[in-house]
């Protein structure tokens, strides 16, 4: 008897409970022997449902069409409510810097006439005491900083260069951004530049909200840390014979915005084998060895059953 976990998700906004349920039962009817167990993990509806059990927090995820003026109203009620917001978002289609999730957090409207640095002041201040002395998080899903040449407002999801972007209110709102920012030591070895707000790591997330959080005082953290923190996803891991992992594009550019690094690493430390299962795989042998998968299985034509039977008959021992 052995055991298998199955983590991961399923696309960006797919709900990834169903998709990993089938495997789980399809993986069970071909190694019936085995025990198997599962738990979402990534971005967007796969990090509500990990986290869904956590009654101390609260997941505001936002992806591309949602409202992040609302967003920010949102957040703002969860920490009234005595609750710890997490909002989590990744590198989104639109964004305005994080100007909308200000204006909502703050419930401050740019009034008729008012110069973007009068309303900035006011907002920020109403928004710092929204937050005063309590908990919150960005949780990002892109490492990408929200200003500089590889930043999510120079950059689209796909990585091309962004043609419509206001450059000039850019630079104005990187000012207004560096002159808040809370005094910080600058890691040694690098530069003052990296401890300000926009240039932070993920800070470029959720359309630029992430970079507001981190203004006013809440933590930046990557969704796939934030998940092994506060879930049972790493015992679960260690405590397995076979870890299979639903990445739905199996590519070196788009892992390398994935969190499957952090599941193979864990999975290694035990050597225990993983099974990667996607919709489409480009990775070569070499680097399969670098991503820490020993095998891939890719669903070419959506049978889940037939998928995780095959993955039982390959990969587990009875």
């Not at 005595?82 to 204006?103: Q, Y």
């Not at 020993?294 to 039977?309: F, K, M, P, Q, R």
């Amino acid at each position: 008897m052995g055991r298998a976990f199955i983590t991961g998700h399923w696309g960006q906004e797919n709900d990834p409970a169903p998709v990993l349920r089938a495997l789980a039962q399809s993986f069970s009817a071909g190694a019936p022997s085995w025990e198997v167990s599962f738990l979402p993990f990534g971005p967007g509806q796969a990090f509500a449902e990990a986290m869904e059990d956590d009654q101390r927090f609260c997941v505001l995820s936002v992806g591309d069409g949602d409202c992040l003026h609302e967003a920010g109203q949102r957040f703002r009620e969860v920490l009234a409510e005595g609750k710890v917001p997490v909002l989590e978002g990744g590198h989104l289609t639109a964004t305005d810097g994080g100007v909308s999730f200000l204006e909502g957090i703050s419930g401050a409207k740019r009034r008729a006439k008012e110069s973007l640095e009068a309303w900035f002041a006011r907002a920020i201040e109403h928004a710092q005491n929204a937050v005063s002395g309590q908990e919150f998080y960005a949780a990002y899903s892109t490492s990408r900083p929200l200003f500089g040449p590889s930043s999510t407002l120079a950059l689209e999801p796909d990585l091309s260069l962004r043609v419509s972007g206001d450059t000039a209110f850019d630079r104005r709102w990187a000012e207004l951004l560096h002159k808040t920012m809370r005094p910080q030591l600058a890691v040694s070895g690098q530069s003052a530049s990296v401890v300000e707000p926009g240039r932070l790591p993920g800070s470029g997330a959720s359309g630029g909200a992430a970079a507001i959080v981190g203004l006013l005082g809440g933590r930046l953290v990557s969704d796939g840390d934030f998940l092994l923190h506060h879930t049972d996803c790493e015992s679960s891991i260690e405590a397995s014979d076979l870890v299979i992992i639903c990445e739905p594009e199996l590519h070196s550019p788009a892992l390398a915005e994935s969190s499957l690094d952090l599941l193979t690493e864990i999975a290694s430390r035990s050597a225990i084998p993983v099974l990667a299962i996607g919709a489409h795989s480009t990775l070569s042998a070499h680097e399969r060895a670098q991503w820490g998968i020993h095998g891939i299985l890719v669903d070419e034509t959506g049978n889940l059953d037939a998928l995780g039977y095959r993955a039982a008959r390959t990969w587990a021992r009875q």
